[in-house]
């Protein structure tokens, strides 16, 4: 089974500022990985996703993210946040097979951008 | 592209009533649809994974006669929540996906906030 960790629950930076929101997974198989973001009273948008190729994935609204195998990792980047980004952000799997397509989150961390 | 529909966005009823929550796929065909609930502050929780034309797949844990998954087509599933309880109050989310693989996203729809008094 695969799992999601997303170390921070909440993370307050300034406008204006770089943000890194960290993810790392487990799994024994290979693994889809994505980002979504949720805002207030919301469903989730996809921000990015990472399938194969190359290991830097550039998503929407200026977001970023790098895939590392050895360390397991896909954190998302803004190089500059604005307060529109104050939001919930997922970090999720899923498996490569086919018929595998359930997504596995993690718990989310709330983005603050203080003004 | 990609959109998804979830109606109604926000619903509050007496206790021991049916609540049914709508999601369409509005322009694509969605094979696959997933219903999930979310707590305060907390994930996603896969509660059931539904196939067109065929029975949903539920979760462990996830009461199959209280929560009544439909996907007659490729555009629609619904959930029925049945003889709803204060307990079962909570932030639905569904998302439809085109292709039965990983590496197609699952598109969300806005969610329905249900509150039972």
């Known amino acids: 089974a695969q799992s999601v960790t997303q170390l921070d629950s909440q993370v307050p930076v300034f406008e204006e500022a770089p943000v890194e929101l960290r993810c790392n997974y487990s799994?024994?198989?290979?693994?889809?990985l994505f980002w979504y973001v949720q805002y207030p009273n919301q469903g989730l948008q996809l921000l990015l996703k990472y399938l194969s190729g190359s290991t830097l994935v550039k998503g929407i609204n200026g977001f970023e993210a790098e895939f590392n195998k050895s360390q397991t990792s896909f954190h998302l980047r803004k190089p500059s946040v604005h307060i529109s980004d104050t939001a919930e952000y997922f970090c999720a799997v899923s498996l490569t097979g086919a018929g595998s397509y359930q997504l596995t989150f993690g718990k989310g961390t709330k983005l603050s951008v203080i003004p | 592209g990609a959109v998804v529909s979830q109606h109604p966005s926000w619903v509050i009823c007496k206790s021991g009533t049916s609540v049914k929550i709508e999601c369409r796929s509005l322009d694509f065909q969605a094979t696959t649809m997933f219903w999930y609930r979310q707590f305060p502050k907390q994930s996603l929780m896969l509660m059931a994974t539904s196939n067109e034309g065929s029975k949903a797949t539920y979760e462990q844990g996830v009461e199959k006669d209280k929560f009544l998954i439909n996907h007659a087509s490729l555009t629609l599933s619904t959930l029925t929540v049945t003889s709803a309880h204060p307990e079962d109050s909570s932030f639905y989310i569904c998302s439809a996906s085109v292709g039965g693989v990983g590496d197609q996203p699952q598109h969300f729809g806005d969610g329905t906030r249900l509150s039972i008094l």
């Open positions: 799994s024994s198989v290979s693994v889809y």
